[in-house]
């Protein structure tokens, strides 16, 4: 069984056991996700219009991790102006415990 979720502007396709990343600060040990737009597997494939009704995915919170370091360079020629920019995104890692539809 499969799911969509939408978290934070972003769709996933999960299954149980997943990990994923969302830009998202949690504080609890486990989070639920109640934006599931489809939900899907062997039996009949359910869409939402725009979410599936009585449909949530639970997830055990692993923790906070930061995604690699993106850099970028301001540079204006004939003035002697170089600039080095970094940045890393906070994510919250969870763990797809289960699905229900």
Known sequence: MFAIIEEAGKQFKVTSGDVINISRDITDATVTFDRVLLVGGERAT?????????????ADVLGAILSKKTESVKYKRRKGFHK???????????????INA
């Open 84 to 98: 080095t920019i970094g940045h890393r995104q906070q994510y919250t890692q969870v763990k797809i415990t289960g």
């Open 46 to 58: 359910k869409v939402g219009t725009p979410v599936v009704a009585g449909a949530t995915v639970t």
